[in-house]
């Protein structure tokens, strides 16, 4: 009856609210419908028997876990793929933004300009003119700028038409080459190889002729001051001699057809280079030689010699005064030195006396006090008259040694002076002997004349047989007109990098700016 009508009132109402309570989510256990509440805690809501069933609710409850997660990051990765589709389109708005802040602010500073230069008394008018002024500066720098584009242009087309005549030539060349025999060919990479070592050389020379201008100049700057005029011109023709050879050597070397000629021209001309060398060589020490001879034979003849003498004169008065003085005085220092001596003898004696006289008195009486004292202050006093005689002595034999010195000195100065009209002979021997070996070399001078003379007349006559020949001059012509278009085309190009519009069309640019800025403020 209890059970039933316990029953009963689970399947009523409740009845405050009338609901219909839900019987399968309100288990019978043992204890009623509800469970006690024990100490255990959640564990108790815990099934015991963990049975298949058990499982397979714990892996659709994981399973269920991920599949909201992966729910939910799908979701957070669509979000993250839609804000990256529009972060191109927010960074080109960023960058419109920035621009139409950038033009702003420019606005802002031109209303901020024109207010201060009215603020400050200014005009419109001469706000206008500078305006006018502005125009006029960008279309000056715009037709400038359009004119050296448009030199750049005509130099860009010059140099492809160059570039394109080189290759024409080239092509040509190279048509010419294959028209050759072997023998010809042969020949003409011989030739070819003998130009490039001539150039070489050419170039070696032209280095060598740079050092001898050098040495041409400061040989005139040393022989503007100097009085010798003769040796100047001469060697200054030599070397406008070896200039106009050097020329003629160059001419050859350049028109030269046949190996043996070559050879021989370039042997002579080598051997005429080494003589000019030794010939300058020598002509060069001659010139220091002769330099130091009239240097010397001027300091024997200038008044300075003269003085000199007079000076050389009063010394060796004054070394025979000393002589005719030095007896007298070596005599008086000998006195000195014996009555010195025989003081100090004297004061030996006294002091030995007194030393003996102490030791009897300490012998007999043991020694009383003030005799004691007296005796030592007589012995105090020897003793310091010893040491003045001594320092005496020392001072006496130092300056002895100082006059011996200074008496060989003299000796050897009077042996040395005494001897002028030797020397006079010896330096004009030198100066006859100097004479006769220029005397000699102008001859040989004469003699390396002739020489080039003889050679420059070769030269002529090969130069003359060289004429003749026509693939020669070809060559040459070609060679010089190839020379010309590089040359020319290096300018080009030199031209065209100082024509560099850079800096100008920055400047055009930055006023076009400003002019544009002023425009937007009214």
Request: with cysteine; glycine share 2%.
């Amino acid at each position: 009856m209890a059970t039933s009508s316990r029953i009963l009132s689970s399947r009523a109402g409740r009845p405050m609210s009338s609901a219909v309570p839900m019987t399968a989510s309100r288990p019978i256990t043992s204890t009623g419908l509800v469970a006690p509440k024990t100490s255990r805690g959640r564990s108790a809501l815990r099934r015991q028997v963990q049975d298949k069933s058990y499982w397979l609710g714990v892996l659709r409850a994981k399973m269920n876990e991920l599949k909201s997660e992966i729910t939910r990051l799908s979701k957070e990765c669509e979000n993250m793929r839609r804000e990256e589709s529009q972060i191109g389109a927010m960074q080109r708005k960023a960058e419109t933004l920035a621009k139409e802040l950038n033009n702003l602010s420019h606005e802002l500073a031109v209303y901020n300009e024109f207010t201060d230069r009215m603020r400050s008394g200014e005009s419109v008018d001469d706000v206008n003119e500078d305006i006018n002024s502005l125009i006029a500066e960008n279309e000056e720098l715009s037709s400038r700028l359009e004119i050296a584009f448009e030199e750049k242009k005509k130099k860009e087309a010059l140099v492809k038409n160059y570039e394109a005549e080189i290759k024409r030539i080239v092509s040509s060349w190279n048509n010419m080459r294959r028209l050759f025999s072997v023998e010809e060919l042969e020949n003409f990479e011989s030739l070819e190889k003998e130009n490039k070592e001539l150039s070489a050389e050419c170039d070696r020379l032209e280095r060598e002729i740079i050092v001898w201008k050098e040495k041409k100049r400061k040989l005139e700057a040393i022989n503007e001051s100097s009085s010798d005029n003769f040796l100047r011109r001469e060697l200054l023709q030599a070397l406008v001699k070896l200039r106009s050879l050097e020329k003629q050597r160059n001419d050859l070397l350049n028109e030269t057809n046949t190996e043996d000629e070559r050879g021989r021209l370039l042997a002579q001309i080598k051997r005429d280079n080494h003589e000019i060398v030794k010939m300058e060589a020598r002509i060069d020490e001659l010139k220091s030689q002769m330099v130091n001879i009239k240097d010397e034979i001027e300091a024997f003849d200038d008044m300075d010699a003269i003085e000199k003498y007079k000076e050389l004169k009063k010394k060796e008065e004054t070394i025979e005064e000393f002589f005719s003085a030095f007896e007298v005085q070596k005599e008086e220092e000998i006195r000195k030195l014996r009555f010195y001596g025989e003081s100090v003898n004297e004061l030996l004696a006294k002091i030995s006396k007194f030393l003996a006289h102490i030791e009897a008195l300490n012998a007999t009486s043991g020694g009383e006090g003030d005799t004691k004292a007296n005796i030592l202050d007589e012995k105090r006093k020897l003793e310091l008259d010893l040491n003045k005689i001594e320092q005496l002595e020392s001072k006496i034999t130092t300056e002895l040694d100082s006059l011996q010195k200074k008496i060989k000195q003299l000796e050897t100065d009077i042996e040395t002076y005494t001897d002028i009209p030797k020397l006079k002979e010896e330096m004009e021997s030198k100066a006859k002997e100097l004479e006769n070996e220029k005397n000699d070399f102008s001859g040989r001078k004469l003699k390396a004349k002739r020489d080039h003379e003889e050679l420059s007349k070769k030269c002529d006559h090969l130069k003359s047989s060289l004429e003749e020949n026509n693939i020669v001059s070809k060559m040459h012509a070609l060679e010089e007109k190839l020379q010309k278009i590089l040359s020319s085309k290096e300018a080009l190009r030199a031209e065209i990098n100082a024509y560099d519009n850079t800096f100008l069309k920055g400047q055009v640019m930055d006023s076009i700016k400003k002019y544009n800025e002023k425009l937007l403020g009214f």
